[in-house]
């Protein structure tokens, strides 16, 4: 059953996933949440640092949080140099990403990027003339990025985007709303970005489990 939400319920909900991902791991919590809250624009960002958030996106889909951030922390040391020379060296590359990550596929989708990313400089500032609307069309062309994937690298990368993922998705279907108008509403309260709001309630829900987190919304919204 779903509740249709007010702006004091989607605020109560806010507050309850703060409190939830300060007990369960404040240190963490904060130094994402910094994180989130100080994005540079994405003109800001080199060719090589859209690489590795491209990159970090194109691990998710299919697999959980813990799985995704446990391989790359395993593969970003490899990746984390100037694009040029992941190109030059591409098959040693390779060879070294299939050795830590046994995804031939995903390992192609990074190296067809690297290529195409060292052909064609200079990503951030072209999709930062481009605006939000042309730039999460961009991001889909790329190898592995989504309909939603395209809004967790936007985000990412600096756009104030929300990511609609399946989290977020059964959080507003609880309150009768969207992603876009939960984070959007609580963005305008509470001052912070959008994409920082889209976070917090990710996390909350990537920590504390669904179940959890759905049984916390439906007593707010009864309480509405």
Known sequence: MTCMGTRSCYLALWNAAVKSCMEYDAEAFKENLDWFRYLPAPGQISDEEFYLEYCFVVLHPGVSTVVAHSVWDRIRPILDQPLPRIVRNEKRVRTQLLRMYRNERKVGYMLDTARYLVANPGVGRRLERMGREQALK???????????????????????????DRHLTR????????????????????????????????????WAGFDEVGEVARAICAAS
Not at 150 to 157: C, F, M
Not at 183 to 190: H, P, Q
């Open 138 to 164: 961009y991001l889909q062309t790329l190898p592995g990025i989504g309909k939603v994937t395209r809004y967790h690298l936007a985000r990412n990368i600096g756009f104030d985007v929300v990511k609609p």
């Open 171 to 206: 959080l507003a279907e609880v309150l009768g709303t969207t992603p876009n108008e939960l984070c959007c509403v609580v963005a305008e309260e509470t001052g912070e970005r959008v994409g920082v709001v889209d976070y917090v309630f990710y996390q909350w829900c990537a």
